[in-house]
């Protein structure tokens, strides 16, 4: 009987011994979260990694140890170990949409765009209203260079949480992203894909100038790649009048970037240059910023004038915000600077009030001389656009101008212009 007794006795102890070992393990374990959790919650996620990586080793299996482990190790910057860890808990959880949707974060914050949207749809799939889910994949349309897919994306996660004004934000600034590339969406909203427009200018000048006065008309087509307008002006100055047409269009070159090219023609050249040429480079880089080349060239009947710009804009918020220095080389360099703070104030691509300004310094020739005049300027303006309907809007401008010259005068100038599209 003692015999039979004596396996089954170490037995039991051997397993008394093992499960306080592991009671112990645990134990530790909880004091490494808890630790963690303190750090974390002060901001201190050097410390908090220390003690995620601890209670980790204590317990290999911790599913919070590992997937918080994971988190700040994206946060930090060390991402290659965090979508390691991430995909080690997929390995046994391949439908946890929490660990999915992290990971797909973590392989956007790296540009691994193709896995990270695999992750991210496959959240979405399997929580279709879960907002996050689509925040995220917003978020990585927009990265990547796919604002349209970005707007579809967050109008998903506004209408799974209509009281979340980030949501808002962020589909204004998808939209704002369209529009610099002059996309379809970006001004255009469901199937609406042409845009036309009647303006009238008015200009009133000191020092008993008489006034000037521009009409204009444009119809744009909206395409997959660009956009294409058709447009006709006509000027009258000086008792005299003037008409021009031109082609204006957008289109995409590469990854974040694209072309405004505008050839424009007066057959009288009375007022106008006889032909006009221009193109301009847009190239996005980083986040949100937006450097550009551009090149203008004026045939005038009795003279050519080549003009080279150098510009560079930035997204805040609901903020754009634009630098451009044009350079003008003639008998000697004219420099011409000009900013621009444009605010969008109904969470959409349409409706903004914007702030400009400028100033610049050249010159001209005298009168019956030889000698070389300088000349400087400085220009303020503001414009307002609004959209009433899907369809109708309104564009008004105002700008007042203070040239120094040979003959100093002060030009103020207002517009309004009818917008229609369909």
Known sequence: MNRALAPALTAW??????TGVTAAWAEAADAELTAAKEARDRGDYAAAIGHYRLALSSDPQSYEAKF???RLLS????????????????????????????????????????????????????????GDAWAALGDLYLWSDRPADAIQAYTRWVSVQPNEPAAYLARSKAYRALEQRSQPQATQP????????????????SAGRSAWSEYDASVRGYFPRGSLAVESLAARR???????????????????AYLNLRYQYSPNATLYPQRAVRAELFQGIGRGWEPSLSYDHLSFTSTNVDM??????????????RWRTLFVPSTTLGVSHRGVARYYFSGNADDYVELNGGF???????????????????????????????????WLTGSVSDEHTSNPFVERD????LLFRW
Do not use: M
């Open 13 to 18: 102890l051997a397993l008394a011994g093992l």
């Open 68 to 70: 918080q482990l994971a």
């Open 75 to 130: 946060y930090t910057r060390q991402r290659e170990e965090a979508i390691r860890l991430y995909t080690e808990l997929l390995s046994a959880r391949p439908t946890n949409s929490d660990v999915l949707l992290a990971r797909g974060r973590t392989l956007a914050w790296e540009g691994r765009w193709s896995e990270s949207e695999a992750d991210l749809r496959a959240v979405t799939t399997l929580l279709p209203e879960y």
């Open 190 to 205: 469901g199937s609406l894909r042409w845009l036309a427009h009647v303006g009238d200018t008015y200009s009133n000048f």
């Open 238 to 256: 000086f008792s005299l009048t003037d008409h021009a047409f031109a082609l204006d269009g957008y289109t995409d070159a590469w990854s974040r």
């Open 308 to 321: 080279y710009g150098v510009g560079l804009g930035k997204y805040v918020g609901n903020w754009y915000l």
């Open 360 to 394: 610049s310094r050249g010159s001209e020739l005298l009168p019956h001389s030889v000698l070389l005049n300088v000349t400087s300027s400085w220009t303020g303006g503001a414009q307002i656009q609004k959209f009433f309907t899907p369809r109708w809007g309104i």
């Open 414 to 417: 207002a517009s309004v212009t």
